[in-house]
């Protein structure tokens, strides 16, 4: 070797020597990198110290990490550094987009060395960026995960096959640590799923424990007042019972049905009846015992069960009931008075099983309710259905078709004239082996067995018969006979009276129909209807034992009545009795300044008749003008000239039709 060539070769010594402490330099610097790297488990601190790293071992201007997303249909760039890498990072392009997606869709990197593999239109695309952008794929065990790419080398020169293994190697090694930390990730991120599902598991079980028992609680009280429902009270009587048994002791049901509860309900809306059904709740239980349950069982019905209460004990505990209405109840600024019907049957005397002494407890509460008693014990004798009753039943069935129930007539007295001017049609059945048996004891079963509309039609064609009958004898009177509620539910009634009424050719000024107060408000539009039909028909209308039930004012003046009538209740103590007299008095100015007549029933001494002018009553009905009489004495009592009787052939206009 010459002189000459000893520099040449010391000069490529020196350049293996410092390609050789590069090499070794990079290798350490893959080493630390590798170890920092893969000791971190937080995604996007690997992802940005990935790509400081490589900007840093290539010598780059910029180097990113873009990342495929899911449906591998656009990559981002999940981190970024050195030249405009706040621009680049996390930027979201399409996979058919830039040298990256070349890279994503073919699966192998991206270096100058690619060119002399494309074709040329391809070649002439990447040319220019070929020797300035490097990009490796980024590859795990499981998945393709992105790749790495440095962009511009500092000293401007184009990246090499030096560089292209360098960057290989260290995304060799950096794509196990970021798989490890996606691995991380999503296995603290299904952790805290976990643990949310854990919580909402333990959410929904708690919520479901208290709808479970929240069904329970429902299932065995009403919703409403919170009180316990037949379910349970059912439940507590046969408890009551079976306790009862076993210590040889009574116990009690009580039964409780608000008297025109319907009507707050049609009248004042359907939340204050259900405000009014919490209060009534309360005031109850106030007054009972412990060891007692009350329960609502629907509507306006209410039950007590008295555990070892004897009939005593029952009565007392009704009364207490009784007294907790007394005070008016307060809804909105309102005071409200409600009264209620109470039926009392005591276990073993009155049923033995649930179902029977609640039966029991039922009829009686009826019984009291029909005969306006604050309570009533269950008795045998009024109960329709017990051997003595339904053969009651059955002996009035044969009456009603036999035609056998016949009628009594009491005469009308009009105040003004003194001039008898109309008579009331009462029913009147003598039983051929039990004698007379009055209209309380048989109407309930005519009512409660459906027969009540037959039996009315009968009773009808009687009265208007009658009428016609008096009329061909001279005397212009009017007949009144009475309707249940179940005929104001009769659409057929109408037309029925009306054939009635051209059979016996009487005109129909002369019927006059009374109707109770209760009766009229248990259905109020349908009686509504049913009376509108039978007014503009001709037919009088009165309302009967006013007083007693609970109309408004404004559902009175929509009513097509022409009369009202006083209960006797109020006018047989009138003289006795102020607040009496007071009801009497306002009843008749009431009606007056409606537009109606009165007529008073119970009239029984001079002194109430004479008061009952001064009121300028128009009508007076009672012992003191008749009693009741049958069809032939009622003509001679009108033959007498006892009171005196519009004749037929006087001026019409002098007579009154009510």
């Known amino acids: 070797m010459g002189r000459k060539g000893v520099p040449a070769a010391q000069e490529q010594l020196r350049e293996l020597q410092d390609r050789l402490r590069q090499r070794e330099a990079e290798i350490a610097m893959l080493s630390e990198l590798t170890e920092v790297i893969g000791s971190e488990y937080n995604l996007q601190k690997v992802f940005d110290l990935v790509a400081v790293r490589a900007r840093e071992l290539l010598h780059a201007e910029t180097a990113t990490i873009p990342v495929l997303s899911p449906d591998q249909k656009t990559y981002c760039y999940r981190a970024a550094d050195g030249k405009n890498a706040d621009e680049l ?55 393709f995960l992105g790749g790495i790419a ?20 260290f995304a060799g090694q950096v794509s196990i640590a970021i798989e490890n930390a996606m691995f991380f990730e999503e296995l603290t991120e299904a952790r805290h799923k976990a643990e949310a599902y854990k919580e909402k598991l333990i959410e929904s079980n708690q919520k479901l424990t208290r709808s479970n028992e929240e069904l329970q609680h429902y299932a065995v009280h009403d919703p409403l007042t919170a009180l316990p429902n037949r379910t349970l009270i059912l439940d507590r009587l046969q408890q009551g019972i079976l306790t009862a048994r076993r210590d040889q002791k009574p116990m009690a049901l009580i039964m409780i049905d608000l008297d025109h509860f319907k009507e707050v309900n049609d009248t004042l809306g359907h939340s204050v009846g259900d405000d009014l059904l919490i209060s009534v709740g309360k005031c109850f239980q106030s007054a009972l015992r412990e060891p007692d349950t009350l329960g609502r069982l629907g509507g306006d019905e209410f039950a007590v069960v008295l ?8 009565l007392t505990v009704a009364r207490k009931l009784q007294l907790t209405l007394q005070q008016p109840v307060e809804i909105d600024h309102n005071s409200f008075s409600i009264g209620a019907s109470m039926g009392i049957a005591v276990y073993p005397e009155h049923g033995s099983d649930p179902s029977a002494l609640l039966r029991s407890a039922d009829v009686a509460m009826y ?31 044969a009456a009603i078709q036999e035609h056998e129930i016949g009628l009594a007539f009491q005469p009308k007295l009009d105040l003004r004239n003194q001039v008898i001017t109309g008579v009331e049609a009462l029913a009147r059945w003598t039983h051929p082996a039990r004698g007379v048996i009055p209209p309380g004891d048989f109407i309930p079963v005519l009512e409660h067995t459906g027969l009540i509309k037959q039996f009315t039609l009968q009773i009808l064609e009687k009265a208007v018969q009658y009428c016609k009958t008096c009329q061909q004898r001279g005397y212009r009177i009017s007949v009144a006979v009475n309707l249940s509620m179940h ?27 009374e109707i109770t107060e209760s009766a009229i408000m248990n259905d109020p539009e349908r009686s509504l209807d049913i009376l509108t039909r039978l007014d503009d028909m001709g037919v009088q209308l009165s309302v009967d034992d006013f007083g007693t039930g609970y ?108």
């Open 150 to 169: 440095c962009i511009n080398k500092v000293d401007g020169a184009s990246f090499d096959t030096q560089d292209y293994d360098l960057l290989n190697l």
């Open 367 to 397: 019984m009291a309710k029909r005969n306006r008693d604050e309570y009533v014990i269950y008795d045998p004798d009024t109960d329709i259905n017990n051997p003595n009753r339904l053969e009651l039943l059955r002996d009035l069935r």
């Open 89 to 143: 990072r996390f930027a979201e392009l399409p996979i058919e987009t830039g040298i990256c997606g070349w890279v994503f869709r073919h699966r192998k990197a991206w270096w100058k060395g690619v060119l002399d593999q494309l074709e040329a239109s391809e070649r002439n695309k990447w040319e220019k960026e070929a020797g300035t952008v490097l990009l490796v794929p980024l590859v795990g065990k499981r998945q």
């Open 551 to 658: 109309s408004s004012l404004s559902y009175l003046k929509r009513l097509p009545v022409q009369q009202l009538k006083i209960d006797r209740s109020f006018v047989s103590d009138m003289m006795n009795d102020k607040d009496d007299a007071m009801i009497v008095h306002s009843t008749i100015d009431l009606a007056h300044n409606l537009g109606l007549h009165t007529v008073a029933e119970g009239v029984e001494t001079e002194q109430v008749l004479d008061e009952l002018k001064t009121m300028q009553c128009d009508i007076a009905q009672g012992y003191l003008i008749s009693r009741p009489l049958s069809p032939d004495d009622f003509l001679s009592y009108l033959d007498s000239g006892e009171w005196k009787v519009n004749r037929i052939e006087e001026d019409a206009d002098s007579c009154s039709n009510y």
């Open 487 to 513: 005929n104001l539910r009769d659409e057929n009634l109408p037309g029925q009276i009306t054939a009635i009424l051209q059979r016996h050719a009487l005109d129909r000024k002369y019927l006059m129909l």
């Open 307 to 314: 555990p070892q209460a004897n009939r005593e004990a029952a």
